[in-house]
């Protein structure tokens, strides 16, 4: 069983859920939606997204919580940032 989108821990991926084809899910800087874009996340991205730490404010709404989180486009890039826990759901991570 997965674990709860509020509890992830560095072992913890995400995917993209939420995202129509042809929008992305932006990689906010700080956790905020006026906060600058550190880069973006196409909905059938083949990246890696890992959980950095718990999605805040914990026990709110998956629309108004905030995820910190590494992307790895590719094995040499990462970009680092908060989500909305709204378009993420856990999942695996590679060779776990």
Known sequence: MLAPIGSATAATCYHVVNVDFWDVLYIRSQ????SRAAGAIAPDHNGIIVATGSCRPTGADRKRQWCPVTYHPL???RLDG????YFVETTACPGS
Do not use: F, G, N
């Open 31 to 34: 956790p905020s939606h006026l």
């Open 75 to 77: 094995p040499s890039v």
């Open 82 to 85: 908060y989500v909305k826990a």
